[in-house]
């Protein structure tokens, strides 16, 4: 980030021009540069994770037996970093982290991040680890990309918010005002699509799809 600068600018004020200035925000939240210049700092932090992986110090995980082994995953400014527990592969993600942050100038959020643990993990060891990383412990990792990041049995609340979605449209919708053909449409092409996206990923709890029949259904004949 050393390497970008700044350009100067000047303010057009009742037909004059001040004098030309140079922000010192440096690169601004829309800059149409910034993806590009998150993805070539970004693509720096992979590489240390996988020269660590090759040089046998960074230990991935893997979720069953056989399975692809995982280190970590990247979209847009979120990251997940998948590791042993131990003290020795904190010492190994905090060296990544800092050498990725002074090469790159940029800050990890401890208040926006979080630690998860395994249930065969001590509770000791989770809380020196913890503490040397400075993130909170999380029991729950909630939904990365818009779905839930499942880590144990999926129950009928881990798809609840799918339900609250196509709620929130039926509510902004008067069905009495519209025709059967307009009704189809909207349940086609609208209710239909809210729980598309997690089925691609994920099987969802059969109560969940049946509740969503009923509520379209309910809008499509009302009280016919």
Not at 59 to 80: E, M, N, S, Y
Not at 178 to 204: D, E, H
């Amino acid at each position: 980030m050393k390497c970008v600068t700044t350009p100067f600018m000047e303010i057009l004020w009742e037909g004059t021009s001040t004098e030309k200035f140079r922000p010192t925000r440096g690169t601004r939240q829309g800059c149409p540069l910034s993806p590009y210049l998150f993805t070539l700092c970004i693509a720096r932090l992979s590489h240390l994770i996988e020269e660590a992986v090759s040089n046998g110090i960074w230990k991935p995980i893997q979720l069953i037996r056989g399975g692809t082994k995982l280190t970590h995953l990247f979209f847009a400014d979120d990251l997940v970093l998948f590791a042993e527990a131990s003290q020795e592969q904190v010492e190994v993600i905090m060296d990544c982290l800092d050498q990725f942050c002074d090469a790159s100038g940029e800050l990890v959020s401890k208040d926006k991040s979080r630690i998860y643990f395994s249930k065969n993990v001590k509770r000791d060891l989770g809380r020196d680890m913890r503490n040397r990383l400075g993130f909170a412990m999380t029991q729950d990792l909630c939904r990365y990309l818009g779905v839930p990041v499942l880590h144990g049995r999926v129950k009928k609340q881990t798809y609840q918010y799918l339900l609250d979605r196509v709620d929130q449209r039926l509510a902004g919708w008067k069905a009495e005002s519209l025709s059967l053909a307009g009704r189809v449409t909207l349940a086609l092409y609208v209710l239909n699509g809210i729980p598309i996206y997690a089925m691609q990923t994920s099987v969802l709890h059969a109560a969940i799809c049946d509740h969503i029949d009923r509520r379209i259904r309910g809008f499509i004949w009302g009280s016919q």
